[in-house]
């Protein structure tokens, strides 16, 4: 069985200050786990995901998220925030396998970016 | 390239009809999922194919929820006897499996009301 949770429903920040999203997973076996950004009327677009490989891992827009096993966590941050980024941010487990992989969901946060 | 396309966007249906959802993966790409977002919720896997073939439908809630790849690349979803509770964003993903982690690109989802 896998899920992960997502610690905060709503964050606000200020445009130019740094921005954290906490996740914290659950899993039986060695995950995948993602983030997905979604806009207002658009699809899910990947942001990152982590492999097994470098527990810090870089996505697109300045985004990245390290992997904690001891902590059991995936939070993405970014230094900077920008207008653009306001969304809902998913954070998404996966069992490392090839093919069909399921993807479990978090319940999402909404990103407020204010001026 | 084109990316994932789902039709139609929008959706109104009367309770007790049947509805389709048609989806068009990416060129190529071997697999295909079926999520279904309820409002302010995180997507939910309904189903996945490998082709035409249908490996996974635990994910289906009842008997009414029908999906199909006859080909390997369209699919569709059709929901019979439409209820209240079917209300929700239905999404589409394909992915061209190769590694062990294929990334899922998204559809637009779409937009299911049942008054």
């Known amino acids: 069985a896998q899920s992960v949770t997502q610690l905060d429903s709503h964050v606000s920040v200020s445009e130019g200050t740094p921005v954290l999203l906490r996740c914290n997973y659950s899993?039986?076996?060695?995950?995948?786990l993602f983030w997905y950004v979604q806009h207002p009327n658009k699809g899910l677009q990947l942001l990152l995901k982590?492999?097994?490989?470098?527990?810090l891992v870089k996505g697109i827009n300045g985004f990245e998220a390290e992997f904690k096993k001891s902590e059991t966590s995936f939070h993405l941050t970014k230094p900077s925030a920008h207008m653009s980024d306001a969304a809902e941010y998913f954070c998404?487990?996966?069992?490392?396998?090839?093919?069909?992989?399921?993807?479990?969901f978090g319940t999402g946060t909404q990103l407020k970016v204010e001026l | 390239g084109a990316g994932v396309s789902q039709s139609p966007r929008y959706k109104v249906a009367k309770r007790g009809q049947d509805v389709a959802l048609r989806c068009d993966p990416i060129?190529?790409?071997?697999?295909l999922f079926w999520y279904q977002q309820a409002l302010g919720q995180g997507p939910e896997f309904l189903t996945y194919?490998?082709?035409?073939?249908?490996?996974?439908k635990s994910g289906l809630p009842s008997d009414r929820f029908f999906a199909e790849r006859p080909e390997g690349s369209v699919s569709t979803l059709k929901i019979q006897r439409t209820q209240q509770e079917d209300s929700a964003v239905y999404l589409c993903?394909?992915?061209?499996?190769?590694?062990?982690?294929?990334?899922?690109?998204f559809g637009p989802g779409t937009r299911l009301t049942v008054l």
């Open positions: 993903a394909s992915s061209l499996p190769g590694g062990l982690t294929d990334t899922q690109y």
């Open positions: 899993s039986s076996y060695s995950p995948s």
């Open positions: 982590y492999t097994s490989a470098a527990t």
């Open positions: 998404v487990v996966s069992p490392l396998t090839g093919g069909g992989n399921k993807l479990t």
């Open positions: 060129s190529g790409h071997v697999s």
């Open positions: 194919f490998q082709n035409e073939a249908q490996l996974d």
